[in-house]
DNA sequence: TTGTACGCGTTATCAC
DNA sequence: GTGATAACGCGTACAA
């Protein structure tokens, strides 16, 4: 609670070169400067980030803005811990929310993270044209997006190839002789959405098989969703024998529909998710996923971040990360 | 980016009068009004958080911290759900940061959070006796403690009875006939810890049964170490017939160490965990658990938090909640 | 080498 | 009803 100006009295000094002291500048005689330093050890000083804030120009805050859908899909929770991880080594602090695929939640905290002068802010927009990240972004907030992209803005961005992963689960299912595949895909607003249906249908383009539209359902990334689809699919009149689903959490969901109608996995129907889970191994079946490197994908857009901060001005940069095939026994 | 200074400008009023407006102050004509209404607009004025802090005094940020010691972890994660809900409702930002059990980056985020003048704190502290949060409390910062509680401060708490929870567990496997009952704790210092091991200390005791050294080890709440410790207890001359399991990380851990240890469970060893996982049900087999209402941990904790924000003087409060034993198909 | 004084964007207390 | 103006705590240009 002790401020500069109480520091000064008790040690006599102005403010002025308290702040000196503070800041290693040089210019303070080694006396004067031992004086200073017990003063700030006695009062237990500690500098006041946010009128720091006020008086700095942007880009001082060593605070930065993280906004993630969903804080307990393990997938963001990774990315942001390798958000984080970078940002604490570099002394950076990370303002955490959830805007829980909710875009009044996304705006209010776009909102105040502007209003708080953070940085910079990573995030994956809610959708392709999404107009609050979009002024943010226009407003000259240094923005990075992560996994999911926006259409007409062009930001720093560190994706996954989500074409390849769908290219590589179908080929997958392929060799294993499906052919009737079903596909959970999550909001279609939703950039890695519209990129992993480009390689579900165009992978059974390539084999020559016909696309049904009946076997493609469209949930809402959550367990729930899966489950229900899943239940669905497997109500048809020609069930599909295979299952690409759109993101882990709607694939859990997807083994509790399947077991819900009666069928085996990986005997009766064949599941492969996307996004891996610390836990797949221990599901019942271990489930086969395309796997991304989440954690990597928060590092580097920290990265990107904090160079961007250093230089507003430089040209936006796109990473593609390679996602991987982890085959288990949904498959 | 427009500041009062420049709104008044534009409206030809003073900047007293355009704050006026902003806080509903009733002492403005209508037609001055209107016209600083106008200049507000076309300036698209956001107010800065940061000059508003330096200014009032504390208590009016409208920002929480909240510190977890892993956000990976399900359980913390619906912790910070629930504060974050809460706090929304509330028209609250909350900076949610991750210690990773680490002291060092809970005492980084913990003067983060006062020299960014929060309004107020929740976490679970490293330990019982974790100084830095100790001296937060002592140097006025509205703090509740939630899950885990400190040994020589009171504080606001919300917290799970820990102890009923582990006897609940305990009872259960009694029934089920078992008799060598191993115990997989997480870290000593913690509160939590404590409990639950008094519960499986005294839950033994009152069966007339001995408790055994060797069958009580310690983790670190993570998952490896459950797996790893599962494992040296099926390596025992005679090992025990079922695991009670200190967190829920460690217990999906012992499921993959049974597992390699070629254990089949429930046939051969028996698994309790505590805390639920929103996926237990998909394991193989579905996890028994004791249950924590962790949303509800986060809420009241919020809820508490807002209390003591506008009454920091108030008596602090413990509030215990009442876990849950989830019986499925492990046990 | 050190001190004085200004301004960052607010809110609040005075005058008018 | 409205307008100056003083803080809040800090960094820094400028003066001493």
């Known amino acids: 609670m002790a401020s500069l100006q109480e520091v000064a009295a008790r040690a006599r000094v102005s403010i002025a070169t308290v702040s000196r002291v503070l800041n290693k500048s040089d210019k303070v005689v080694p006396e004067t400067r031992a004086t200073v330093e ?62 829980d695929e909710n875009p009044a939640k996304e705006r209010f905290y776009l909102d105040v993270m502007q209003a708080e002068s953070v940085d910079g802010l990573v995030l994956p927009p809610f959708s392709e044209d999404d107009a609050a990240v979009a002024a943010a972004v226009n407003s000259g907030v240094p923005v990075v997006c992560v996994d999911r992209s926006l259409a007409h803005v062009t930001t720093d961005l560190v994706e996954v190839d989500n074409y390849a992963g769908a290219r590589a689960a179908m080929a997958h299912l392929f060799e294993r002789g499906h052919e009737r595949i079903g596909l959970i895909e999550g909001r279609s607003q939703v950039s890695t959405n519209r990129e992993r249906r480009r390689g579900y249908v165009e992978a059974l383009a390539a084999q020559g ?117 982890v085959v288990r026994q949904s498959t």
């Open 38 to 99: 017990a003063a700030l050890r006695d009062l237990g000083y500690r500098p006041s980030r946010v009128a720091r804030r006020l008086r700095m120009n942007t880009g001082h805050a060593h605070l930065v803005g993280l906004i993630i859908p969903d804080i307990q899909n393990p997938f963001y929770a990774e990315i942001a811990r390798g958000v984080e991880d970078t940002a604490y080594a570099h002394h950076y602090a990370v303002m955490l929310c959830n805007s």
């Open 209 to 325: 098989i016909a696309v049904r539209k009946e076997l493609m359902r469209a949930g809402d990334f959550r367990q729930e969703s899966g489950r229900v689809i899943a239940q669905e699919l497997m109500a048809l009149k020609r069930p599909p024998t295979a299952l690409f689903v759109g993101n882990n959490l709607m694939a859990v969901g997807a083994l509790a529909g399947l077991r819900q109608a009666g069928r085996r996995v990986p005997g009766d129907v064949a599941v492969v998710g996307f996004d891996d889970l610390p836990w797949a191994e221990a599901l019942d079946p271990p489930l086969t996923v395309v796997r991304q490197p989440a954690h990597e994908v928060g590092r580097q857009a920290m990265e990107l971040l904090l160079k961007r901060i250093e230089e507003p001005e430089r040209a936006p940069v796109t990473v593609r990360l390679r996602p991987e095939l």
